[in-house]
């Protein structure tokens, strides 16, 4: 089941339309145009890709499971970096969307 993760730290489930006809209720829940990150545990997080542009605020819990799952790298106005001590953070911005690969048509 998909997860909605929203950056009031809320989480909530829903289900992904089967035909595979989901952008436009990705892109109401992400508040926009969206990028996928690919997590090596074959889930996929969806972000707003303009975060950066729209001033969102950051997602914790989403940062978390980007940075827990491997992340490292993706589209760049959709992620607040910062480079403290040659350690390279990253922040999700914005609500976001965690599928299971089998449920990313």
Known sequence: MAKWIKTDGSIIDFQVNP???????FQAKVGGY????????????LVNE???IHRLPPNRN???????GGFDQMYPNAINQSNVDNIM???ILGDAILLERSEWK
Do not use: C, R
Not at 19 to 25: K, M, T
Not at 34 to 45: A, E, G, M, S
């Open 89 to 91: 953070y990253t922040s």
């Open 62 to 68: 989403a940062s978390m499971i980007a940075h827990h």
């Open 50 to 52: 303009e975060g950066m």
């Open 34 to 45: 969206f990028t996928p990150i690919y997590l090596p545990n074959k889930q996929v997080l």
């Open 19 to 25: 035909d595979g006809n989901n952008v436009d209720d």
